[in-house]
């Protein structure tokens, strides 16, 4: 099939800077964020959580909390279980796999700091909140697992004391040659431990859940803070046994959601059960310092990778140990993260050996899940880290080590040793025009001169060359990989009588500008004006079908689903327009949205008339169905990956440890590009996290299992002067696998920042003997650096 | 329960509140004025930013009754006639904003910023954004944003 649309030159939508649709609503106040939503008679959640990592719960006594004004009921964990299942994990990664039980609320014993034991429901939130001091719980501590590695020691204290185990899988992937014979044959062997603590999401919006019951006929309404309001609609089905049919979820305005809201909570299914009991509608929304403790956590991990290689540097071998913490319970996606890495350690290298194993360990803290890039960011960290290691043992530059492994334009489609096939990819191109954007050469000569002065400051220069696997994903590759469902992604075209247009999407934004993207998509196929196009998304009765949105899987499958389903629209709307203009389907061209016959030019209909002649069916086809209306769901056949190259400039101080980002340049290469404005935004905040865990942010916990950094005052999200300016730039380079060409940008800026930064802290520091620093890079910790460098050369 | 009047968004209220009642909730919960959200209950990041008397406050950490006699301006108050203000222009045309979550305080103190300073500079600008935090944007846009906002104000009074 051609794409007729390609026609048409100067009003292409496809590659336009467009405004945003989403923004008239977001700049003047008139959203619909979920704690927006009040209905007559709404009753407000709180929940009481554990004060402790670890615990036996001896008794809970509701009963006090009832006598508080306004409070109409609550409930213990064990008065929940009654009508609450396990809350899900979708992705059992191995046969074998230690699955424990996850009560919404605990039930016998609590197992990280935060771990709901009590639920209150009263007329307030303030009401609520306060009778939550009312309950009274008798706790038995129990002994916190805390440290990775300890908990996997024979005597550790349980955290699923039933399951005998603090280890809940061992998952190995070893590919290529035998990675022992092949470190026989290198002439230089890299080691390191590298640590990605923990992280947590921050989406500005906390999370949100109503409920609205329809008691008569059992159907409930659930509006939530979701990024996944299709797969939270099964998955609570599953733990209320509700019908399916019988639940409608509402995703309404969403206020970012980095993975955080990928997920299917307690509280959610909490308040569908007391929603259902009380006959009455319900909400929760929860304070920032309450969604520090109970909303997942992500990274946290230990890794540990080794390279083999030869004198000039060619790689021959790949070794990752990874000790991945799964918190206290397995959520919906825990164990698989670490996974999704696993595909990405050899980066855009060839090698000959690669050998990978994981083991999940169960600890008392917060749950782990996605979190921005998931899985991605911590590989390319550790293999991009290992490479400067390897370039510094070897004398070289950084980026010559890099392109003595690369794979080479003329290379692709290449099979990564890790079993993936990169469709295409140039990363020549990139890197020579970042380097030109970056002064490279002249920042080289600079850090030199500092170095022979001896200056205090000192300049270090880092290099990412990532890449990245997007377009989640190949239902097969789920298969293989133990997951629970499928990675196609639905989208319809319904066309209005009026001639406008609803684009019904299976994909779910909070923030990501889907509404423009798919418009202009749209557009373009259908030849209608972008501005006569709606976009309808997030609420499963309105777009019934979608595995929503995460891991920048919208666009590459959401998106071609739309171009696909716009074809089969302007199809349909052919044999109309043929058997109005009494002409031959094949004599009928099609541009900006008209038909006309060949050769008679004035014989023509706009799509548009053609919803319309089809809505009165007055003068359909016979045999035809009378709607033009198509929809198309998209099974991808490969991942997209985007790729390119980061170069990161900082001055670090060694006297106070201070780093400033004197300049950071980018070059994308994240296929065609649908909207460069919204393309850039993208970007930028990948740009921002993927900084923050270099430099500023991590959940800490003390001896005792208590989240240390329990609000944002004292968890450093960046604000605007913790940033330096970007200059972002791309490369085009079109994914082969999917119509629109797209790879792909949410993450991008996420996986590849963070270790550009560190490298270039540490290059700053190695003329004094440092060859890492543990992030995030604070200045106490570089000061240290520094000083137990000195010591050990004095 | 104690009495106060207030004039939010160009309209006056009485209202019997509890002493305790953040004015955050007070427009929201009471008013129905909910273009304000909260983001924390530490005032760290900003988003619940109001102007009260003229100036910005982050209306999580003022109470109700501290508001008695005053006059209050959310960002729904903003528009005139359907008419956008510069800074929601710019937020707009400089795609300053995803989510949105964080735009409204970000609009509120960016008026703050541009009543003392009507032409700062980008290190102005990022050092007055800095009780306000964003999560998608990585600030960059919301600095130029600002920037355009200003520019486009001296047009206007020039």
Not at chain 1, 337 to 342: D, E, R, T, V
Not at chain 1, 509 to 520: D, E, I, K, M
Not at chain 1, 607 to 617: P, Y
Request: a negative charge; proline letters at 5%.
């Amino acid at each position: 099939m051609t794409d007729q649309s390609t026609d048409r030159n100067t009003e292409r939508e496809v590659g336009r800077s467009r405004l945003r649709k989403e923004d008239a609503r977001l700049v003047t106040g008139q959203t619909n964020w979920t704690d927006n939503i009040s209905v007559t008679g709404l009753l407000h959640i709180a929940f009481l959580r554990s004060p402790m990592a670890h615990a036996r719960i001896e008794r809970v006594d509701v009963s006090p909390a009832l006598e508080r004004p306004g409070v109409v009921a609550a409930f213990s964990g064990r008065d929940l279980a009654e009508g609450l299942g396990s809350l899900p994990c979708a992705w059992p990664v191995t046969e074998d796999i230690v699955m424990p039980d996850h009560p919404p609320v605990a039930v016998d014993e609590v197992r990280h700091a935060g771990d709901p034991v009590a639920v209150v429901v009263a007329r307030d939130r303030y009401a609520a909140a306060d009778a939550l001091e009312a309950v009274e719980v008798d706790y038995e501590p129990l002994e916190p697992v805390l440290d990775l590695e300890a908990a996997l020691a024979e005597d550790a204290p349980l955290v699923h004391a039933d399951k005998g185990t603090n280890r809940s899988y061992v998952w190995p992937l070893k590919t290529g040659e035998d990675y022992e014979t092949v470190k026989r044959r290198a002439d230089v062997v890299v080691t390191r431990r590298f640590h990605q603590q923990r992280l947590i999401a921050n989406a500005m919006e906390p999370r949100a859940v109503v409920v609205t019951p329809l008691a008569a006929s059992g159907e409930y309404t659930v509006y939530s803070a979701t990024q996944v309001p299709h797969i939270l609609r099964i998955m609570l089905a599953t733990v209320t046994g509700i019908p399916e049919q019988k639940l409608r979820v509402v995703a309404p305005d969403v206020g970012g959601g980095f993975g955080s809201k990928l997920q299917v909570y307690g509280e959610e299914a909490v308040a569908l059960e007391v929603a259902r009991r009380l006959g009455r509608p319900v909400k929760w929304t929860e304070s920032r310092s309450e969604g520090y403790l109970a909303t997942h956590h992500g990274r946290g991990m230990i890794q540990d990778i080794e390279v083999a290689a030869t004198g000039e540097g060619r790689l021959l071998g790949l070794k990752v140990e990874l000790l991945a913490d799964m918190g206290a319970y397995l959520m919906l996606v825990t164990p698989g993260i670490p996974i999704l890495g696993a595909f990405m350690y050899p980066a855009i290298y060839k090698m000959d050996a690669y050998d990978f194993t994981c083991t999940g360990v169960f600890t008392t803290k917060t749950p782990t899940d996605a979190y921005r890039g998931a899985g991605r960011p911590e590989a390319t960290f550790a293999i991009e880290r290992i490479m400067d290691e390897l370039a510094a043992e070897l004398g070289l530059d950084p980026l010559e080590v890099r392109r003595r492994n690369w794979i080479r334009h003329e290379e692709f489609p290449y099979d990564s040793i890790a079993g993936l096939t990169y469709d295409s990819g140039n990363y020549e191109a990139a890197t020579e025009k970042a380097l030109a954007l970056f002064g490279y050469d002249d920042l080289r000569a600079e850090q030199q001169k500092r170095n022979e002065r001896g200056d205090t400051v000192r300049l270090g220069i880092g290099v990412s060359t990532y890449t990245e696997m997007c377009g989640l994903a190949p239902s097969r590759v789920l298969r293989d990989l133990r997951y629970a469902a499928g990675g196609w992604e639905a989208a319809s075209i319904r066309m209005l009588p009026t001639g406008k247009v609803e684009v019904v999407t299976g994909t779910s934004p909070h923030g990501q500008g889907h509404v423009t993207s798919w418009s202009q998509i749209a557009a373009d196929v259908l030849g209608v004006p972008f501005e006569d196009i709606e976009v309808v998304h997030g609420d499963t009765r309105a777009a019934p079908q979608g595995m929503d949105t995460y891991g920048s899987r919208s666009l590459v499958v959401g998106g071609s689903a739309v171009h696909h389903a716009a074809e089969k629209v302007v199809e349909k709307a052919r044999k109309v327009a043929a058997h109005l203009l009494e002409a031959n389907e094949n004599d009928l061209d099609f541009t900006d949205g008209v038909f006309t016959v060949k050769g008679s030019p004035e014989a023509r209909r706009t799509i548009q008339e053609i919803a319309f002649e089809t809505f009165t069916s007055h003068d359909v086809p016979d045999g035809m169905e009378p709607t033009i209306n198509a929809e198309h769901l998209l099974n991808p056949e490969n991942f997209s990956y985007p790729h390119g190259t980061h170069l990161c400039a900082v001055e670090v101080d060694t006297e106070t440890g201070q780093i400033r980002i004197r300049s950071y340049v980018c070059v994308d290469d994240v296929g065609r590009v649908i909207n460069p404005v919204i393309v850039e935004g993208q970007v930028h905040g990948g740009l921002a996290q993927g900084i923050a865990q270099a430099l500023y942010e991590e959940a800490v916990y003390d001896d005792e299992g208590n989240l240390v950094t329990g609000t944002m005052a004292d968890y450093l999200v960046p604000v605007a002067g913790d940033l330096p300016e970007f200059v972002t730039e791309r490369t085009e380079t079109p994914a082969t696998s999917n119509p629109l060409g797209v790879k792909g940008v949410g993450e991008a800026g996420t996986i590849a920042s963070t270790p550009a930064v560190v490298g270039a802290v540490v290059d700053a520091l190695r003329p004094l003997g440092v060859n890492d620093v543990t992030m995030p890079c604070t200045p106490e910790r570089v000061w240290r650096a520094v000083r137990s460098a000195k010591e050990a050369s004095a | 329960m104690t009495r106060i009047s207030v004039k939010v968004d160009g309209t006056a209220y009485e209202d019997e509140v509890e002493p305790r009642l953040l004015l955050v909730h007070y427009l929201r919960d009471r008013l129905g004025l909910t273009g304000t959200p909260v983001g924390c209950d530490t005032s760290s990041c900003g988003a619940c930013t109001v102007e009260l008397d003229g100036t910005s406050v982050k209306s999580c950490s003022v109470l109700a009754v501290q508001a008695d006699g005053g006059e209050v301006t959310t960002v729904q108050g903003l528009a005139r006639d359907g008419e956008w203000t510069p800074l929601q222009r710019a937020f707009h045309e400089q795609h300053a904003l995803q989510c949105g979550y964080c735009t409204p305080g970000m609009i509120m103190a960016a008026r703050d910023l541009l009543r003392e300073n009507p032409d700062p500079d980008a290190d102005e600008v990022r050092e007055a954004l800095e009780g306000n935090m964003c999560r998608c944007t990585g600030y960059q846009n919301i600095v130029r944003a600002v920037l355009a906002a200003a520019a486009a104000s001296e047009e206007v009074t020039a």
